[in-house]
C-alpha cells in the first residue's frame, strides 16, 4: 500500500504542477493513473481489489463528470484525475475525500492551508500570467 500511495502522490503532485502551469491536467498522466490503480489493487487483493478500484473509479469520476456538463468550473481533466485518485484509492477513501473537499472543512479548520486551485485564482486575480 506505501507504493500505491507514494505512486498516488506522484500523480497529484504533477498534476497540480502541470495544471497550475498549463491550465490542463493531461490524459498521459490520468490514463496510466487509472490502470496503475486497477493492477496494482489486483496484484494486492485479487478480483475484490479491482472491484473496489473500479468502484473507486467510478465514484469519483461519475459525480464530477456530471458536474463537468453542467458547466459548473470542472475541467475534464480534473475528472479523470479524480477517477484515477479512486482507482488507486478505493471507492470509500475517494468518498470521504470527495465530501472532505466538497463541504470546506479544510479550509475552515485551517485557513493558512491552500489548493493549488486557490493559488490560481489568487494569481489569476492579481493579474499573473500563466
Not at 110 to 118: A, L, Y
Request: with cysteine; net charge positive.
Amino acid at each position: 500500500m506505501l507504493v500505491v500511495n507514494g505512486c498516488l502522490l506522484a500523480v497529484v503532485a504533477a498534476a497540480a504542477v502541470v495544471d497550475l502551469l498549463t491550465g490542463k491536467v493531461p490524459n498521459w498522466l490520468t490514463y496510466p493513473a487509472a490502470a496503475l490503480g486497477l493492477g496494482a489493487w489486483a496484484f494486492m487483493r485479487g478480483w475484490p481489489g479491482v472491484g473496489s478500484s473500479a468502484a473507486g473509479l467510478a465514484v469519483g469520476f461519475v459525480p464530477l463528470f456530471i458536474l463537468y456538463r453542467t458547466g459548473a468550473g470542472l475541467g475534464g481533466g480534473d475528472v479523470k484525475l479524480m477517477g484515477a485518485v479512486g482507482a488507486l484509492r478505493g471507492w470509500l477513501a475517494d468518498l470521504v475525500e470527495m465530501a472532505y473537499q466538497g463541504t470546506g472543512y479544510r479550509r475552515v479548520k485551517n485557513p493558512r492551508i491552500w489548493s493549488m486551485h486557490d493559488l490560481a485564482e489568487l494569481a489569476r486575480a492579481s493579474g499573473a500570467r500563466r
